[in-house]
């Protein structure tokens, strides 16, 4: 076994590496995962995995500098800073059960005027969208659409506002999003038909 200090500090350097890309908790796994192999002699297996991802995020880095694609297009993700209470959670359920949320886009409409109109958050982002979306389905809420991950929801928000789709129901402010004027209209339109129905 290779455990003297020099072999340790590289089998480190190398799991930290190799997981780096990675969120947690799949990265604190990962690293452990890897650090074990390292140090009891599968080296030659973790390094060639380690080499694979350094290229690939590598390659993505590259693609996001020159512009390519619609990813580099979109906001930069970041952790959610919302927590809801118990108290909001129940205003969160009861507010969506007045609509009906079909597709990822008027779901994060949706969600997007709750967070307007129930928190003080200033502009909203695709993961405080996916947060609220997670904890109506932790509450059992069954007239969700499946989204699988926030990259969908960063799309979705990407539609409403893109004035070629005729919605611009979002618009850009910071970094996020608030309700444009055009939203607030619909929204209104949105509870009314709700409100005669």
Not at 22 to 41: H, M
Request: with cysteine.
């Amino acid at each position: 076994m290779a455990t003297d200090q020099k072999t340790l500090a590289d089998a480190v350097k190398t799991a930290k590496e190799a997981v780096r890309e990675l969120d947690e908790p799949l990265k604190t796994e990962a690293f452990k995962i890897l650090l074990e192999r390292l140090i009891s002699g599968n080296q030659k297996i973790s390094f060639r995995r380690t080499q694979k991802n350094t290229k690939k995020s590598a390659g993505a880095k590259a693609k996001a500098a020159r512009g390519d694609g619609n990813r580099a297009t979109l906001i930069p993700h970041k952790k959610s800073s919302l927590n809801l209470s118990v108290e909001e959670l129940k205003t969160l359920k009861s507010y969506c059960e007045r609509f009906e949320l079909k597709g990822t886009e008027l779901t994060a409409f949706i969600l997007a005027n709750f967070l307007r109109e129930h928190t003080a958050l200033k502009a909203i982002n695709a993961e405080d969208v996916d947060y609220c979306y997670r904890q109506l389905v932790a509450l059992k809420f069954s007239k969700l659409p499946r989204v699988n991950e926030v990259a969908d929801w960063a799309r979705a928000i990407q539609w409403l506002t893109a004035p070629s789709r005729k919605k611009q129901w979002l618009q850009r402010a910071g970094d996020g999003y608030v309700i444009s004027n055009a939203g607030l209209l619909h929204f209104n339109e949105l509870e009314s038909s709700k409100g005669t129905s």
